[in-house]
Every structure is written in C-alpha cells, then in structure tokens.
C-alpha cells in the first residue's frame, strides 16, 4: 500500500522560508518520478515541481529560482525548499508518485503573510 505523507507546512512572513518533506512508503522514491503540487482556495491544483528518477528537476516558473525539489534515499523522502515566499505562494501543497491517477498525499498548508 502507497502512502505518502506530507509535513513540514506552516504560517511564515513573505520573504521567509520553509522546507516540505514527503516521506513515502510502498514506493522506492530513487526510483520513481515525484511531483510537488499546490492548490490555493478557490484555484485549480497546479504543478510546482518534478524530480525524476535520474534525478533530473523541472519547476513551474512561478516557483523557479526560489524553490528546491530534492529526495534523501536512505530516508525514502522527497523535499521542497521554499525560499523567499510571496504571498501567492499560499496554498496547499501536495506529494504526487506515478502518472495518471497515480498517488497523492494529504497535503500540507502554507500560508504565507504579506
């Protein structure tokens, strides 16, 4: 059984950072392309971030310079380091494993204050 399992949300300052983990179990994440989603209230999902198997990253342009898609093997976690946040950056944000309907976590709330 998949199950991925997102933390590390709070309430920061715009300008401010903060670091997502997403511990995964039933999945190899070195193995596995893994995405960063967000959704902010009243807005569709969108994508943030991609790391792939080989390692390759891939950001959407709003978060590119400021945010950090990486994974720990041994820990079997996928991060998301957030820095210089805006305020449009408020969202949920969420752990995404496969393709398709593929695997989602809980979320995770950041809400960052202007």
């Known amino acids: 059984q998949v199950q991925l399992v997102e933390t590390g949300g709070g309430l920061v300052q715009a300008g401010g950072s903060l670091r997502l983990s997403c511990a995964a179990s039933?999945?190899?994440?070195?193995?596995?392309?893994m995405r960063w989603y967000r959704q902010a209230p009243g807005k569709q999902r969108e994508w943030v971030a991609t790391?792939?198997?080989?390692?390759?990253?891939d950001y959407a342009n709003s978060v590119k310079g400021r945010f950090t898609i990486s994974r720990d093997t041994t820990k079997n976690t996928v991060y998301l380091q957030m820095n210089s946040l805006r305020f449009e950056d408020t969202a949920v944000y969420y752990c995404?494993?496969?393709?398709?309907?593929?695997?989602w976590g809980q979320g995770t709330q950041v809400t960052v204050s202007s």
């Open positions: 790391i792939s198997p080989i390692g390759t990253t």
């Open positions: 995404f494993c496969g393709s398709g309907d593929g695997y």
């Open positions: 039933g999945i190899i994440v070195s193995i596995s392309t």
